[in-house]
T-cell receptor, first 116, second 114 residues
Framework: DGGITQSPKYLFRKEGQNVTLSCEQNLNHDAMYWYRQDPGQGLRLIYY???????QKGDIAEGYSVSREKKESFPLTVTSAQKNPTAFYLC???????????????FGDGTRLSIL | AQSVTQLDSHVSVSEGTPVLLRCNYSSSYSPSLFWYVQHPNKGLQLLLK??????LVKGINGFEAEFKKSETSFHLTKPSAHMSDAAEYFCVVSRSSGNTPLVFGKGTRLSVIA
């Protein structure tokens, strides 16, 4: 079955350490997104990519970095510059065919990041 | 710019009674609107979407929503709540033209009491 795989499910970071969250999709979607979820705040957009080798900052990009070297992969690095990284991180993707305007985003099951 | 306001952060209903989760939106363009559901420690699952074809939209698990342009609302309803409906629900808006990212409401937590 096609879908989005996020790994690991749980991740712990030490102070001053960079960590990378994986997101892989086999839906052949062009667009991919990273969101951060905190209690009571809904989802906030970190970065998104509409095509390979291109990405844009979202609303809360500071302290994060991404790459999009392959269509199916969109890893997110949480750098040591992100002072409050504890959150639930969700990856999503979306098709961009003729009916792209009608297409919803598809979500992975998330990665929960905590600080040691 | 688009924005979404979910009017209740928490709704509690008894099993078998109707569910109403309220959502108002603001959009400079003709919007597409979605409702997603999230169970604990899981990703978001699409319940239904409005894309201007019909104002009353039916979704999965017996949920439906009505788009009311005059009221800028897109409330989610279900005639009879089930215990398995307990989850977080998000109202979401996107521009109909272009592929800009979605804008999420802050969510409504639905509790279902036996």
């Amino acid at each position: 079955d096609g879908g989005i795989t996020q790994s690991p499910k749980y991740l712990f970071r030490k102070e001053g350490q960079n960590v990378t969250l994986s997101c892989e999709q086999n839906l052949n979607h062009d667009a991919m997104y990273w969101y951060r979820q905190d209690p009571g705040q809904g989802l906030r957009l970190i970065y998104y990519s509409q095509i390979v080798n291109d990405f844009q900052k979202g609303d809360i990009a500071e302290g994060y970095s991404v790459s999009r070297e392959k269509k199916e992969s969109f890893p997110l690095t949480v750098t040591s510059a992100q002072k409050n990284p504890t959150a639930f991180y969700l990856c999503a993707s979306k098709g961009q065919g003729k009916k792209r305007l009608l297409e919803p985003q598809h979500f992975g099951d998330g990665t929960r990041l905590s600080i040691l | 710019a688009q924005s979404v306001t979910q009017l209740d952060s928490h709704v509690s209903v008894s099993e078998g009674t109707p569910v109403l989760l309220r959502c108002n939106y603001s959009s400079s363009y003709s919007p597409s609107l979605f409702w997603y559901v999230q169970h604990p420690n899981k990703g978001l699952q699409l319940l239904l979407k409005y894309t201007s074809a019909a104002t009353l939209v039916k979704g999965i698990n017996g949920f439906e929503a009505e788009f009311k342009k005059s009221e800028t609302s897109f409330h989610l309803t279900k005639p009879s709540a089930h215990m398995s409906d307990a989850a977080e629900y998000f109202c979401v808006v996107s521009r109909s033209s272009g592929n800009t990212p979605l804008v999420f409401g802050k969510g409504t937590r639905l509790s279902v009491i036996a």
